[in-house]
């Protein structure tokens, strides 16, 4: 057993799901302060977060995760209980295994490999560790961001350990990602007998005109480093469960995954033109989740396609696909940013797995990236 998968087991078989930490960042913490590392707890409400810090002076490269994970569902439906972290024909299979208790353990022991050569050190390395990721992101890496900004401390380069890659290690990193915006919208109607619909306002007929507009409208075209701008409506609810009422509300879920090429309040600004053409009464909660975010090509997104070069023999796909994640809240502030990690196949699903000896290349591709800038 590898150190990588020794450590990887250990974390996944604390039972962290968000916002629960469940000591993973103390077992982080225990190895990262015999290196020298300077360890910090940061709690707010009920978010665990972890900042470790190596060096004096110099750029600083930091290593960002996540120790909280979804759910496990249900856990009659696994394979293995999901928090017992098992090894079955060359792959761990556990809640978090990919996203991202993998990741975790290859930088520490990227880090534990990278120091033990004494290298003459030109640089500060640090660790963001949250709990805060996979829930509602308020207490976690946005308000660890929020205090390093007060002390003056600002981030050179940024490695965060999402699952990035497709089909294996290192073949594909993330250098961006889109905005999220998610919007609640209530259209209020008058509730009345299908029967007599002069008496009432059905809000769903009222409504589907500019929900239609909305679908079928083309946002932006896109760059080259975006798709174009995406609309999605996730849940529609309205009705009393009788199917003689017209109902008196219509409640609608939607999201935006939007490139650079728009901005939140631009969106915001047409879909409100949209639904006041035709007179709706209406309210909408709007949520912003993050803004988009790209890393130009740079010193850190070099040296880690070199690193994966050197380790792995391939040439890396630089790509700005998937969801949102804590990068958003680091990024903005001028970081060069990149996320690099495992397969992510199984993520947040049942049976979640990574290979064995992905988790191995992943940390000698995180060594060579610190030997590479750092030293």
């Not at 007179?279 to 130009?296: A, K, M, N, R, V």
């Amino acid at each position: 057993m590898s150190s990588t998968l020794d450590l990887a087991r250990q974390l996944i078989q604390q039972p962290s799901v968000t916002p629960e930490d469940c000591g993973c960042q103390q077992l982080m913490a225990d190895r990262l302060s015999p290196l020298g590392f300077s360890i910090e707890s940061l709690p707010f409400a009920d978010v665990s977060n972890l900042w470790a810090i190596l060096g004096d002076d110099g750029p600083l490269f930091v290593f960002a995760g996540h120790t909280d994970v979804v759910p496990p569902g249900p856990e009659t439906e696994w394979q293995f209980p999901p928090f017992a972290a098992t090894v079955h024909e060359g792959m761990l299979i556990g809640r978090g295994a990919a996203d991202m208790k993998g990741s975790l353990a290859a930088m520490i022991t990227a880090v534990e490999a990278f120091l033990s050569s004494k290298p003459a050190l030109k640089a500060r390395i640090a660790f963001l560790i949250t709990s805060d990721e996979e829930g509602i992101a308020i207490n976690g890496t946005r308000k660890v961001m929020e205090t390093l900004k007060q002390r003056g401390t600002d981030i050179d380069y940024c490695l965060v350990g999402e699952p990035s890659s497709a089909e294996t290690v290192g073949d594909s990193i993330k250098i961006g990602r889109r905005g999220s915006l998610s919007g609640q919208l209530k259209v209020k109607g008058i509730q009345g007998h299908v029967a007599y619909p002069q008496l009432a306002s059905n809000p769903i007929h009222s409504a589907l005109p500019a929900l239609g507009r909305l679908c079928s409208r083309q946002w932006d075209q896109g760059n080259d480093s975006f798709p174009p701008t995406s609309f999605q409506i996730s849940n529609i609810n309205a009705g009393t469960g009788a199917n003689n009422v017209i109902p008196e509300q219509l409640k609608v879920d939607f999201n935006f995954r939007y490139s650079t090429e728009t901005n939140a309040e631009a969106i915001q600004k047409s879909v409100h033109e949209e639904l006041d053409k035709d007179g709706i009464e209406y309210d909408i909660q709007w949520h912003l989740s993050g803004e988009p975010f790209l890393t130009s090509r740079g010193i850190l997104i070099d040296t880690v396609s070199d690193a994966i070069r050197d380790i792995c023999k391939i040439e890396v796909e630089l790509s700005t696909a998937g969801g949102t994640s804590d990068g958003r809240f680091i990024a903005p502030t001028g970081t060069e940013l990149v996320e690099l990690g495992p397969c992510n196949a199984t993520i947040h699903k049942i049976n979640e797995s990574v290979a064995v000896s992905e988790l191995d290349t992943l940390s000698q591709i995180y060594q060579r990236v610190l030997e590479k800038l750092l030293s």
